[in-house]
Antibody, heavy 118, light 108 residues
Framework: QVQLQESGPALVKPSETLSLTCSVSGTYITSYYWTWVRQPPGKALEWIGYFYYNGENNYNPSLKSRVTMSADTSQSQLSLRLSSVTAADTAVYYC????????????WGQGTMVIVSS | EIVLTQSPGTLSLSPGERATLSCRASQSVRNSYLAWYQHKPGQAPRLLMFVASTRATGIPDRFSGSGSGTDFTLTISRLEPEDSAVYYCHQYGMSPRTFGQGTKVEIK
């Protein structure tokens, strides 16, 4: 059974860097693409981007200058870094497995809430 | 970017009734790469349909999807109490990928 679990600080100060980890079990990081999605309170889901363990990536142009995605295959963990955060980055952040093809995003984590505030 | 508009915003129906959810795209979705997700509070979103009309593993056959181009529909043929959730459509045929704003299904 594939399971994804996001973790990280619940509170980040403005202008700092948000760093999240996604622990992956039941599947191999090297076999799939991985996507991050966020949902600000009361708003729609927003695609942040996807990446592959070899460094290939595709980030949302609206966030591209501030986003870095990576993977630690030895720890079976994914990471998301978002720099220079503002209150607009307050959201629930989800990691998800991406089939990069017809099946799209098929398994999601439960998400972790991050509040940007001083 | 492709804008997905879902309607209605909220659907309030009784158990056993049929729910029809619409997702309209601002431009044609390549390869019908359109998925539907069910999202309950505090839970991970659950994939229901991909490529517009293919049910994901373990999804009951009372869920069905249809459409192509710019107009897509998710139908729940016989609502059950556990179907209470927000349903999102998502296009993954063009970057940036986008989501609709969601339809909330309430069971009376």
């Amino acid at each position: 059974q594939v399971q994804l679990q996001e973790s990280g600080p619940a509170l980040v100060k403005p202008s700092e860097t948000l760093s999240l980890t996604c622990s992956v079990s039941g599947t191999y990081i090297t076999s799939y693409y991985w996507t991050w999605v966020r949902q600000p309170p009361g708003k729609a889901l927003e695609w942040i981007g996807y990446f592959y363990y070899n460094g290939e990536n595709n980030y949302n142009p609206s966030l591209k200058s501030r986003v870095t995605m990576s993977a630690d295959t030895s720890q079976s963990q994914l990471s998301l870094r978002l720099s220079s955060v503002t209150a607009a980055d307050t959201a629930v952040y989800y990691c998800a497995r991406d089939r990069y093809g017809a099946e799209g995003i098929d398994v999601w984590g439960q998400g972790t809430m991050v509040i940007v505030s001083s | 970017e492709i804008v997905l508009t879902q309607s209605p915003g909220t659907l309030s129906l009784s158990p056993g009734e049929r729910a029809t959810l619409s997702c309209r795209a601002s431009q044609s979705v390549r390869n019908s790469y359109l998925a539907w997700y069910q999202h309950k509070p505090g839970q991970a979103p659950r994939l229901l349909m991909f490529v517009a009309s293919t049910r994901a593993t373990g999804i009951p056959d009372r869920f069905s999807g249809s459409g192509s181009g710019t107009d897509f529909t998710l139908t729940i043929s016989r609502l059950e109490p556990e179907d209470s959730a927000v349903y999102y459509c998502h296009q993954y045929g063009m970057s940036p990928r986008t989501f609709g704003q969601g339809t909330k299904v309430e069971i009376k």
